[in-house]
């Protein structure tokens, strides 16, 4: 039954240009390195600090997109003080990686936190976004995914976005034309949490 | 002065009329994002979604006072800064002074009515403060020097050529691409590094959240979430109609915005923002003057609050701008935005937006392009009565500026038709000689336009002096409303439809001819009309308590019965009266009334076969009431028959709009398109309402019939098979 949301997710993402993927928590950084393949710098979110260090393992340039986050043995972690260096990472950087709040199966959209680890640039700036997302959150509706993301009392800062597909355009002869100031290109994993 | 606000007018729709880029750019972008709406609604409730919006929306601007001093409250918590801005003034003012403040050189814009509303970039530019827009479309817009033309495709006028074209002369790139791909990457290059660099992001918002703080904003680009998320200080300008009250509101909303303006389940990215942001890129800060980021919430007034308490323009606030009206609209997907004037909102929409926002002179140049035709009722997704405000808004101007001649000519069918149905052989001449059509012309009449032939015999007298017929022991009973147009113009419709309506076993009354209140109503001058809604509902009311139902051959008659008079009665006693309810649901076309009737059993009609074929056009308010295809079901119901319907948007004519002569060219340009499918079909033509029948009588030089002619015709055995009809044009 669960499997029923996933494969409507996964069509109705198709359906707006982007891709979908399940494997099982193992099987994530393989998956992930498969994606981001040809890839020069990949930025990750810090939460994701754990799949950094395996794709670096892998050989793949990955570095965790935040300047707070202390340097750990293996993910190379953003310098601190330069704007220009950081700026020009970010810019330069191939992929973003970040976690999923939620995922919505009636338009194949997932919610990102961009109130936490730089996830908002990481998932806009650089031209391919992969995001990991927990089969068992995905949705059926806006209605219920909204009543899940609503900002509870008193909490100061909340900001997410729902991604629908790649960043897209019709502005020209309403031609579609995928990857304007957003990512071209969208990979949500779906990691099953199997028993 | 009037004279010479026509005389604009109608020089800037032959200018866009005469621009074959701009009409093939239109009519491919309206039919995609038409087609495409469709499609998205497939699957929902729309009716259910739609009714919930208005909800939404009608209660939001009820308690607009006390959600600005809740949001307020919000905003303030989370660290943002809040502004409410009396004026456009105001808050270019306030947005200024922030950038002087902060020592600001460049601005990153994303699309956003509201800022073009206040004419943000200009102040901004005074300051020597460069202002770039990131939204593709306006971005290529301001590139040309130009003005968006649409709420959602800006650049919906250009074709790719032009783009490339405006590239290479402004950006520093001898030879652009030429694909729509390749533009799109180089804009991306050009403006990533402006993303980077800029000190501030000014962006609209879609809807703004009371309960929690919430900024909404919905985009494919993601030139919204940059404008949002990189540069230190991010500026949100709002109108103060997109305040709701509760995050859960938003669902509805949500469901509904891009469908209607994309035709996108959702679209490739929702914002929401509450608080300020945190992106660690600019730890470090940009200038000396920005270690913190900051957010600012300017609210504006700029006559919202005015028109909130205002019972007639309130729904206006309603409208969430997603641009669905345009793209039904047949005046707007003839010539553009443009010709709506500079302001941001175009169409008839914009006419009442200008109305509030930026003056009543500036909005009476453009309420005449709105024919009230009702077709963009349909779409709005959160049920804003368009062409009703149109009417209200050329009441207002009648009042302030004073009605013309020409107005109250053609207010009065009724008279017209009194005064000149008794010497008809003489007025139908008399009225197309020359003298006449100087007059006209003078009046602002296009002389080349026929005005529909008066006969000698009304509907009236025939009927006083029939034999009467029996029906029978009959169980439905019918008054027929006998209006000016079908009494004096085309008594024969009136005729077809007793035969129709006896064959079937209907009892029929017909009281006193009576206007519906349609003509005057569409001339803004709404106090007689008022009086015949009233009249009306007394004459036609009792009798629907006794069980009669009422039944119209014109489409816009019954549109007055069925959603006019609520609104005219509106501030008056008669508002609660329950014959109002009575009425608006015993009130029928009479092509719905007998496709109904056989259905469900309760009329039975013998047909014979007529060996014709039919091509059908349905009348705008058939459409916008949901009948759209009665006529057709009604001709299927004779043996052997064959149907074809065409899809075309309007005929052009609407009541007077086609013989206005500023406008004359525009309602033959819209006539245009269903003249071209009704060539493609040999059938007979069939249309119910007069003005699409004098329109393509005029236009295509073919007869037209009512679905009444057709049905009586078909009543008899084919061998006697004359017609009863006869044509409004000779
Ligand atoms: S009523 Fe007709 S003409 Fe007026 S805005 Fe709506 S669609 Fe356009
Ligand atoms: S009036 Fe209705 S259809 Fe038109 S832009 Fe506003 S919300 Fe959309």
Redesign the pocket.
């Known amino acids: 039954m669960a499997h029923e949301l996933t494969d409507a997710f996964s069509d109705a993402l198709r359906a707006c240009g982007g891709s979908a993927m399940v494997v099982s928590a193992h099987g994530l950084a393989d998956a992930v390195a498969e994606v981001v393949d040809q890839e020069r710098v990949v930025l990750v979110t810090p939460d994701l600090l754990g799949l950094a260090e395996s794709l670096r393992q892998k050989g793949i340039d990955a570095r965790v997109g935040s300047s707070q986050h202390s340097l750990s043995a293996t993910a190379v972690s953003l310098p601190s003080a330069n704007l220009d260096e950081v700026s020009s990472i970010f810019c330069r950087a191939e992929c973003g990686i970040t976690g999923a709040l939620l995922g919505i199966s009636a338009s194949g959209t997932v919610a990102i936190d961009t109130q936490h680890g730089n996830a908002g640039l990481l998932s806009c700036l650089p031209p391919h976004h992969v995001a990991i997302l927990r089969e068992g959150a995905i949705q059926k509706t806006l209605e219920g995914a909204l009543e899940t993301l609503a900002p509870q009392p008193g909490v100061r800062d909340c900001r997410f976005v729902l991604v629908t597909g790649p960043s897209r355009t019709s502005d020209i002869e309403m031609m579609s034309v995928l990857g304007v100031h957003g990512p071209l290109k969208l990979d949500v994993i779906i990691v099953r949490e199997d028993a | 002065m009037a004279e010479t606000g026509h005389r604009l007018m109608q020089r800037e729709i032959s200018l866009a009329l005469a621009d074959p880029t701009l009409r093939t750019a239109l009519k491919r972008a309206m039919a995609i994002l038409y087609q495409r709406r469709e499609s998205a609604f497939a699957s929902i409730d729309y009716e259910a979604l739609r009714s919930r919006a208005h909800a939404i929306k009608e209660a939001a601007i009820a308690r607009n006072a006390e959600l600005l001093v809740e949001l307020e409250q919000r905003v303030l918590t989370a660290g943002g800064h809040f502004f409410l801005a009396q004026s456009a003034e105001d808050a270019r003012q306030y947005i200024a002074n922030l950038a002087r403040n902060k020592g600001v050189q460049l601005v990153v814009k994303s699309k956003s009515m509201t800022s073009e509303e206040i004419d943000v970039n200009h102040a901004l530019e005074q300051l020597g403060i460069e202002v770039v827009e990131t939204d593709l479309g306006e971005r290529i817009i301001q590139l040309a020097g130009e003005h968006p033309s649409h709420?959602i495709v800006p650049a919906i006028h250009k074709s790719k050529e032009e783009i490339v074209q405006i590239f290479a002369e402004n950006m520093d790139v001898p030879n652009p691409p030429s694909d729509a791909e390749g533009l799109t990457l180089l804009m991306r290059r050009d403006l990533r590094q402006r993303f980077i660099t800029a000190d501030m992001g000014i962006t609209g918002a879609n809807f703004v959240v009371a309960e929690t703080g919430t900024v909404v904003l919905v985009e494919n680009e993601g030139n919204i979430r940059l404008t949002t998320e990189l540069p230190p200080v991010h500026v949100a300008v709002v109108g103060l109609e997109k305040i709701i009250p509760r995050f859960a509101d938003l669902a509805t909303l949500l469901e509904l915005l891009p469908r209607?303006a994309t035709g996108q389940l959702l679209t490739a990215y929702v914002s929401f923002i509450s608080g300020v942001a945190s992106s660690e890129i600019l730890d470090t800060g940009r200038a000396t003057q920005m270690r913190e980021r900051e957010f600012h919430l300017v609210i504006l007034d700029n006559g919202r609050r005015a028109a909130a308490r205002d019972p007639e323009l309130r729904e206006l606030l309603y409208?969430?701008?997603?641009?669905?009206?345009l793209n039904a609209c047949a005046p707007y997907r003839n010539v553009g935005g443009h010709v709506y004037g500079v302001h941001p909102y175009p169409g008839g929409?914009g006419c009442a937006w200008a109305y509030i926002t930026s003056g009543h002179a500036e909005a009476k140049q453009i309420n005449g392009l709105c024919t009230t035709c009702s077709r963009?009722t349909e779409?709005?997704?959160?049920k804003?009565d368009?062409p009703w405000l149109n009417t209200v808004i050329k009441q207002r101007n009648n009042q302030e500026f004073g009605a013309g001649f020409r107005q109250r000519v053609f207010a009065r069918a009724d008279l017209m038709g009194a005064a000149f149905s008794p010497v008809a052989p003489v007025a139908n001449v008399g009225l197309r000689t020359m003298p006449a059509r100087w007059s006209f012309a003078l009046m602002g009449i296009d002389p080349e336009k026929r005005l529909p032939r008066y006969e000698r015999e009304t509907f009236t007298n025939w009927y006083r002096h029939r034999h009467s017929v029996s029906v029978g022991q009959s169980h439905r009973r019918v008054v027929l409303f006998v209006d000016c147009f079908m009494n004096h113009n085309l008594p024969q419709v009136g005729k077809a439809a007793v035969q129709v309506l006896e064959a079937a076993g209907v009892e029929i009354a017909v009281v006193h001819n009576s206007c519906c209140g349609r003509p005057a109503m569409s001339q803004g001058l709404l106090e007689v009309p008022r009086r015949w809604a009233q009249q009306n509902l007394d004459k036609l009311g009792h009798l629907v308590e006794e069980g009669y139902d009422v039944v119209c051959v014109e489409p816009s008659c019954l549109s007055a019965l069925r959603d006019d008079y609520r609104r005219l009665l509106e501030q008056t006693p008669s508002a609660s009266d329950p014959r109002l309810h009575l009425l608006e649901e015993h009130s029928y076309d009479f092509a719905e009334y007998i496709v109904n009737g056989v259905r469900d059993g309760s009329l039975s009609l013998r047909l014979t076969p007529v060996h014709s074929a039919f091509v059908v056009h349905g009348h705008c308010h058939q459409k916008s009431i949901g009948i759209g295809s009665a006529p057709a079901e009604a001709l299927r119901l004779i043996p052997d028959v064959t149907v074809h319907e065409v899809d075309a948007l309007c005929c052009g004519m609407v009541g007077s709009f086609g013989y206005k002569q500023e406008y004359s060219d525009l309602s033959r340009a819209i006539g245009e398109e269903l003249f071209e499918q009704l060539r493609a079909h040999g059938g007979e033509i069939v249309a119910c309402g007069i003005s699409c029948r004098s329109q393509i009588e005029q236009g295509l030089g073919r007869r037209v019939f009512h679905p009444a002619e057709i049905l009586s015709r078909a009543l008899r055995p084919p061998l006697s098979g004359s017609n009863i009809g006869g044509g409004t044009a000779s």
């Not at chain 2, 409208?319 to 009206?325: E, L, Y």
């Not at chain 2, 779409?379 to 959160?382: A, M």
Request: include cysteine.
């Open positions: 709420l209607s409208c969430i701008r997603c641009g669905a009206c929409i963009c779409v709005c997704p959160t804003v368009i």
